[in-house]
């Protein structure tokens, strides 16, 4: 994309105007005139540029072409897409599918070849029957798994968290409201995130008849590796896998073996983990090489998704890891080692290198596992273009948390002593490591409909459609 944009603004703003002739620039009463690089000529309605997607893509043109005194706008995109943008505005489209139009801009300015996106096929899954999702994972997707353990510490069932959450309960998300678990099951349809499996086990012969609404694993401080977390009990992946392993068993027992292979080839599965294992290394002083223990954890993740392959899953949206040394606790802690303000680098550079591994190590698995389908959720790139241009995003704070003590809120947990921002959808952690609703929202939605850069080799809403 950048390669293409550099060959049409060498051609220079002189060679473009020459090639558009006067009559393109009078416009009907009411209307302006734009022309695509591509040299085609589009009139709309001046009520048009109050539109938050024509404010960007002028915001890109002046960037690529500079400001013009004379001749129509030039904007930097092409005719296909700007066809899309057209149909967009005249039929008045959901929010939603504007705001990730609006985020594949800033990653790649306008090429349709890029970010084409189908308003009918990126909200399909809405209109149909909801999927079979399974959740696996880390507090980033924990909906109160761990308020079913006596003596965890990972726990968030208590004030200010849930704040925002319907009838302001803690319910034992990490978040001020909703978190990405429950983001990305509505957009597939649910009204949130399917319960803890834990939770479901209290209900005893009501048990099986709500499998069917999908599960929950995930446990706030769990990682690959089952010692990570340990110290705070909670549920590792291994153990998350051995609980569905049983909820596998008991669909084999309701509907037969032959009808649950069928089911859960079509079901999704969700993981996001890894960022606890980093943390635990920094946190220990792990003397291993950084390479070597990559290398332990990619090869842990392998099993793990071998394992629940043969268990029948064959979907996986696999989200990676943040650059968690921009949270603001680590924030906190480059500020009291090294004296400067900013992000921890050499916990970010170990995310970067995680990442890499395990989108080698996706890119290589079909040989072993032939029907597999997955998509790589890139949160690394996510949250850095947010962290880069929060305006953007509609966001004012990138560094503190919202909820907290001291400095940049990431001295102290939150709880109801804590400090709590009064305007929570413009800050873009929770707490001194969790996003917010809002982060959330806007993260499931980029791994929902998503470009290549974001999410790859397809996004989550392609992941869904039937074989």
Known sequence: MARKWQTVAALGRKRVMNEISTSDVVAEKGHFIVCTADRVRFSFPIAYLDSMIFRELLRISEEE?????????????????????SSLME?????????????????????????????????????????????????????????????????????????????????????????????????????????????????????QDNLYR???????????????????????????????????????????????????????????????????YFS?????????????LLSTYSKHITTLYRLGARKFGIISVPPVGCCPRQRLVQKVVNGKE???????????????????????????????????????????DVIK???FFQFEKVDSACCGFGYLNAAGPCNKTATLCPKRDKYLFWDMFHPTQKASELAALTLYTGPLYYVSPINFSQLAKDN
């Not at 220990?284 to 332990?296: G, L, V």
């Open 214 to 280: 999908g599960v929950n694993f995930a446990s706030g401080g769990a990682g690959l590796l089952d010692i990570t977390g340990k110290n705070l009990t909670v549920v590792p992946l291994s153990e998350q896998i051995a609980q569905f392993r049983s909820v596998r068993n008991n669909f084999t027992a309701m509907i037969g073996p032959s009808a649950t292979r069928k089911l859960l080839c079509k079901s999704l599965f969700f993981i996001s983990i890894g960022s606890n294992d980093i943390l635990d």
């Open 284 to 296: 220990t002083k792990n003397r291993m090489p950084q390479d070597e223990y990559i290398s332990i």
């Open 91 to 207: 039929r008045n489209a959901a929010k939603e599918v504007e705001k990730a139009l609006l985020l594949s801009m800033a990653a790649f300015r306008c090429s349709s070849s890029y970010y084409y996106l189908d308003h009918h096929q990126t909200t399909a899954n809405n209109n149909n029957t909801p999927k079979l999702v399974f959740i696996l994972g880390d507090s980033t997707a924990d909906v109160g798994t761990n308020n079913h353990l006596n003596l965890s510490k990972a726990i968030a069932n208590f004030p200010h968290n849930g704040i925002d959450f319907p009838n302001s309960q803690p319910t034992g998300r990490f978040s001020n409201g909703f978190n990405s678990a429950d983001s990305l099951a509505k957009l597939f349809g649910l009204e949130k995130s399917p319960p803890p499996f834990l939770y479901l086990l209290t209900l005893g012969s009501r048990f």
């Open 389 to 391: 241009n929060p305006k």
């Open 65 to 85: 072409f500079g400001l013009m005194s004379d001749g129509p706008i030039i904007l930097a995109c092409d005719a296909q897409l700007m066809v899309y943008i």
């Open 342 to 384: 900013g992000c921890f680098n050499p916990m970010n550079d170990f995310a970067l290198a995680f990442h890499s591994a395990l989108n080698t190590l996706l890119s290589q698995i079909d040989s072993h596992l032939p029907e597999i389908i997955y998509s790589l959720g890139n949160t690394y790139k996510m949250t850095f």
